[in-house]
């Protein structure tokens, strides 16, 4: 069975510091994705990134970056230069591939509360 | 706007009622998976559906079920309503993309026991 382990239930930092959410996954599959969305006090998931099981290269997208490490299961991110609109609650999610055509359900970690103060 | 339509936003309703919510999802997307997020379960995954077939279970209670029609909009129904059934209802869908798999969520239907 899949799990996704979010051990931070709440940071909290001030503008412009860095900050690393950790992610440990758990899976027996050869195959699969990692994402990572968030949740705005809005209430909605945005989709941040889809990484596959067989890319470990790291990728950086403006002020986020996140580092895939399949040797200790882990797919932390990291923001840089944190903002007052990066609170939110982020949550680091695992999907197994599934038969052609039908993805397999996401199993999401239990997320972690960012907060960025002014 | 996500592409992934659910309606209503929002439902207040009473204990022991019955409740139907709708999910259409993103065009060409033919997989409609439903997560309840409850303040003290996180997202669970309740159940998917693929073109009109049910094809994955998770924890879904038996007064709870869900269908997914020809034109691939799915329903949630959830019966016999108790308070801890209040919580956060998405809908997300997902297509195939050169073996890519993308999931896109709708804005969640909020339902509110009472």
């Known amino acids: 069975a899949q799990k996704v382990t979010q051990a931070q239930t709440e940071i909290s930092v001030v503008e412009k510091e860095d900050v690393t959410l950790d992610c440990v996954y758990e899976?027996?599959?050869?195959?699969?994705?990692l994402f990572w969305y968030k949740q705005p006090p809005s209430g909605e998931l945005v989709f941040l990134i889809r990484r596959n099981s067989f890319d470990e290269q790291n990728e950086i997208s403006g002020r986020y970056s996140w580092n895939f490490q399949k040797s200790t299961s882990s797919f932390n991110f990291t923001i840089t230069a944190s903002q007052v609109v990066d609170s939110a609650v982020y949550f680091c999610a695992l999907s197994e591939a599934g038969a052609s055509g039908s993805a397999r359900q996401l199993t999401f970690g239990s997320g972690t509360q960012l907060t960025v103060l002014p | 706007d996500s592409g992934v339509t659910q309606t209503p936003k929002h439902l207040i309703t009473a204990t022991g009622q019955r409740v139907t919510l709708r999910c259409s999802p993103r065009s060409g997307d033919l997989s409609v998976y439903w997560y309840q997020q409850s303040l003290d379960q996180g997202l669970q995954f309740l159940i998917q559906y693929y073109n009109g077939e049910e094809r994955a279970k998770g924890n879904i209670l038996e007064r709870f079920s869900a269908q997914q029609f020809p034109d691939l909009h799915s329903e949630l129904n959830l019966s016999s309503l108790e308070l801890g059934d209040s919580a956060l209802y998405f809908c997300?869908?997902?297509?195939?993309?050169?073996?890519?798999?993308?999931?896109?969520f709708g804005s969640g239907t909020r339902l509110t026991v009472v």
């Open positions: 899976t027996r599959d050869t195959t699969y994705y």
């Open positions: 997300a869908s997902s297509v195939e993309l050169r073996g890519q798999y993308g999931y896109t």
